[in-house]
């Protein structure tokens, strides 16, 4: 059951004043945004949230999130997130919904994602998913790996490339994945040019989110902290 409306305008109100705090504290930049991921809530959860002044939501499958987009297509403001693992032959649900495709993981779905939004007529924005931790069981290239697919995104005329994003492992104190994001920070610092600056670092989730945004995280996935516990029975 998604948490009441009163319920979750004040959770953003406290992620908000944390993450604002986090962010002075580490001196990395502005505050990070807030993707709300609503997974597995119903729309009216994220009405709630968006009544509360949430504008940025974060989907996993690409379905749901074609599905939701459409019940706030009179929404002009509201932007969407795909932050699952995208598989090649559900691209199409996903190119021109979504605002941003957070974890390009291989050269074939650049590939594919280049030609839906050639297609469609539009430049598709992109993070590359880097698996910082080395954990086989993790999605994601290696740091090694980066140079070659951004010279790809550069050659790729229907998207651009506007950052990074992990997901380590899951922390048994927040504190354990400061590294991680660091990393991912210098990583990012390494590859940056002027041309693209790769601005967007998409790092931290419910556990570690303070953690993240001392270490510059410019967007955090918050989920079941704002919207409650999923059920199996939610689409």
């Known amino acids: 059951m998604s948490f009441s409306g009163q319920q979750i305008t ?3 109100a406290r992620l908000g004043a944390e993450l604002a705090a986090a962010s002075a504290r580490g001196g990395h930049g502005a505050c990070p945004r807030l993707i709300a991921v609503s997974k ?10 968006r009544d509360a002044g949430q504008i940025d939501f974060g989907e996993n499958f690409a379905k749901e999130l074609a599905a939701k987009a459409d019940d706030f297509s009179d929404d002009d403001e509201i932007v969407w997130h795909f932050i699952g693992r995208l598989q090649r032959n559900k691209v199409k649900w996903v190119v021109g919904t979504a605002t ?15 030609r839906w939004a050639n297609r469609q007529g539009r430049i598709q924005a992109i993070l590359l998913a880097v698996n910082v931790s080395g954990e086989s069981s993790k ?10 697919m951004l010279n790809e995104c550069d050659q790729l005329g229907a ?40 601005t967007e670092l998409s790092m931290g989730t419910s556990g570690d989110c303070v953690v993240a945004a001392e270490e510059g995280a410019t967007l955090i996935r918050v989920g079941t902290r704002i919207f409650g516990p999923r ?3 939610q689409p």
């Not at 597995?40 to 949230?49: E, G, Q, T, V, W």
């Not at 941003?100 to 280049?114: F, G, N, P, Q, Y």
């Not at 992990?166 to 002027?194: G, Q, S, V």
Request: include cysteine.
């Open 10 to 12: 004040a959770e953003l």
């Open 40 to 49: 597995r809530h119903p729309s009216s959860a994220i009405k709630l949230a």
């Open 100 to 114: 941003l495709i957070h974890a390009v993981d291989s050269h074939r779905l650049l590939k594919e994602i280049d």
């Open 139 to 148: 999605s994601g290239i290696r740091p090694d790996q980066i140079e070659g």
């Open 159 to 198: 998207l651009r490339c506007h950052g990074l994003m992990t997901m380590p492992p899951w922390p048994e104190t927040a504190e354990d994945n400061r590294a991680y994001f660091r990393e991912l920070r210098n990583i990012r610092d390494k590859y940056a040019t002027t041309e693209n600056p790769l």
């Open 231 to 233: 059920t199996p029975s």
